[in-house]
């Protein structure tokens, strides 16, 4: 009865709400009306974005500022420091652990792939999976910027220090 109301609720709204998702207590934001959602292009400068999805894997969770050389919690995908934010016409990067609640099921990321985010305004913004690489751990030239709007996500494939990296890369839906 409580996810139908919040259904309807989100319809009539045309606003987003959070849902317990299916593994436990991590929210799942809930599918919002196609007019939320806004294009990249039209958000005319760097858009700090708050909180990124991914339906088909399961992955939602809030971004939080990026830290260097210090521990990072395993419930936030964060920012990495000095990249661009959606809007910015450049590399946006994304990093998060490969634990349950953060990006474990990121190994599982086909191309194509819908990836949502939704900005400190408010708006919601699109991006669709285009590319999936297995790196070396020190390879950094992932973080550097681009000519051209993307997002890059990255999480770990093993458990040491020196594991290899996945990176999904991203590019906004027109």
Not at 1 to 17: D, F, H, K, R, Y
Not at 103 to 121: E, I, P, S
């Amino acid at each position: 009865m409580a996810g139908s109301l919040a259904i309807v609720l989100t319809l009539l709204a045309g606003v987003p709400t959070l849902t317990t998702g299916p593994f436990g207590n991590t929210p799942l934001v809930a599918q919002a009306a196609a007019r939320t959602y806004v294009p990249v292009s039209s958000l005319g400068g760097k858009t700090r974005a708050t909180y990124m999805y991914m339906p088909r894997l399961g992955i939602s969770m809030p971004i939080k500022k990026g830290v260097l050389g210090e521990p990072i919690s395993t419930r936030y995908a964060y920012h990495y420091p000095t990249t661009s934010w959606p809007g910015g016409g450049s590399n946006t990067y994304l990093y998060a652990h490969a634990q349950a609640g953060a990006f474990l099921k990121l190994k599982y990321a086909r191309v194509g792939d819908v990836l949502n985010m939704r900005l400190k305004t408010g708006d919601f913004v699109r991006y669709k999976v285009t590319k999936i690489k297995k790196v070396d751990w020190n390879a950094g030239k992932w973080v550097l910027p681009t000519s051209s709007e993307r997002i890059t996500l990255q999480t770990c494939l093993g458990n040491t220090r020196t594991s290899p990296r996945l990176i999904v890369i991203a590019k906004p839906v027109s």
